[in-house]
């Protein structure tokens, strides 16, 4: 995807990298977004909590997690940060699982992107990752509803100033 490119900053205040995700003003509902800060200050990534259930619990968690984050580090089953996310929100504290994963290609604009599905032990949770160009690996995590290919057309890359500290 050539429209993403690595930002760097003389400090690091927010993500040196574009977040792909929905644009807020698209979303109908509550939006909350939250950084994963190193001890260094530079940003392991970013995830955007959407709430359509007015104020009940997210409906989807998008995270953007660059190479090296330790957030993407997972043990064999082990879900991913944003599902955990999502089961946090939601005060659920069932103990969920991954089962099995399907790659599946699917169009997003001119570009064809490889997006795994994850299966989880937890089937109101839908899963996808597919990783950009620029090494950012993208996670939709979605409660009670379905991933259908037609939210990759959502996305797009928001701006750097939307996550800056200050």
Known sequence: M???RRHRAATPAGPDFDVLAMD????PGNLGAGLLPAPDGSCQ??????????GRGPAMIIGNLPEGSPARELAEGQVPFEVAQLLDAL??????EVT???DCPVM??????IVRKIKLS????????????DNVL????SWDRPITDDLYALLKPLPAELFQQG
Do not use: M
């Open 122 to 133: 937890e089937s109101r949770i839908s899963c996808v990752q597919f990783d950009r160009s």
């Open 100 to 102: 099995g994963a399907e």
């Open 108 to 113: 997003q604009g001119d570009n064809l992107l």
């Open 2 to 4: 050539s429209f993403l």
């Open 138 to 141: 993208v996670t939709i995590a």
């Open 45 to 54: 990534g970013v995830f955007l909590r959407y709430d359509l259930f007015g």
């Open 24 to 27: 807020p003003g698209d979303w």
């Open 91 to 96: 005060e659920n504290e069932e103990e969920v």
